[in-house]
């Protein structure tokens, strides 16, 4: 029904940056939140940066100042700019979107397939 698909990620040394991005498809009437997560070998799944439809933002602490989120309503695309990157930032990081579809009442979430983010010298 709805597909995300990341992309951007790559090997990148300590202090460089990255821009990920995650475009949905699909029956999508509305796209309400959306979320950028990471998960590292041996870890949970972590939020790292929060968007609203609106535009409002909010930042796991580790990462503020470092890291931006945007979004493209009308291409229904979420982007996470990653700077002064870290070797702690390595993981997969995946998309996360609530999404309202058309025809239907309610919204869902849905996530990407996760792209691959190193940190190393």
């Known amino acids: 029904q709805v597909q995300l698909v990341e992309s951007g990620g790559g090997l990148v040394q300590p202090g460089g940056s990255l821009r990920l991005s995650c475009a949905a498809s699909?029956?999508?009437?509305?796209?309400?939140?959306m979320g950028w997560y990471r998960q590292a070998p041996g870890k949970q799944r972590e939020l790292v940066a929060h968007?609203?439809?609106?535009?409002?933002?909010n930042y796991e602490d580790s990462v503020k100042g470092r890291v931006t989120i945007s979004r493209d309503n009308a291409k229904n695309t979420v982007y996470l700019q990653l700077n002064s990157l870290k070797p702690e930032d390595t993981a997969v990081y995946y998309c996360?979107?609530?999404?309202?579809?058309?025809?239907?009442?309610?919204?869902?979430?849905?996530w990407g397939q996760g792209t691959q983010v190193s940190v190393s010298s």
């Open positions: 996360n979107a609530e999404v309202t579809l058309t025809y239907s009442i309610g919204s869902r979430y849905y």
């Open positions: 699909g029956r999508i009437f509305r796209i309400n939140d």
């Open positions: 968007i609203t439809r609106d535009g409002s933002t």
